[in-house]
């Protein structure tokens, strides 16, 4: 896989982005827009070595730590989340 391709998006998963966006997405696009953003986006699960490519390596690494933060953050309860004043 080259490093700047995405997997396909549907119409319905590119609209729950948008509305994302716009600040107005109903619950259900909220999470569709969330799923596509760490599965399909970052790719956050799927493997990122590139034989003979270290520098796509190095990209798709990166692309999916951002996924895989978000996931992780989004799994945190609330109270479990680190304070400022700590």
């Known amino acids: 896989m080259q490093p700047d391709q995405l997997d396909p998006i549907d ?10 966006n716009r ?16 599965h399909k986006l970052s ?13 796509s390596t190095s990209f798709l690494a990166g692309r999916a730590y951002v996924g895989q933060q978000l996931a ?3 799994n945190i309860p609330v109270e479990e989340l680190p304070r400022e004043d700590q």
């Not at 956050?44 to 590139?50: D, I, L, N, P």
Request: aromatic share 4%.
């Open 11 to 20: 119409e319905q998963e590119m609209r729950a982005l948008k509305a994302l």
């Open 23 to 38: 600040g107005d997405a109903e619950g259900h696009e909220q999470r569709l827009a969330l799923s596509v953003i760490i």
């Open 43 to 55: 790719r956050a699960y799927r493997q990122t070595w590139v034989q003979g490519q270290p520098d």
């Open 72 to 74: 992780r953050i989004l």
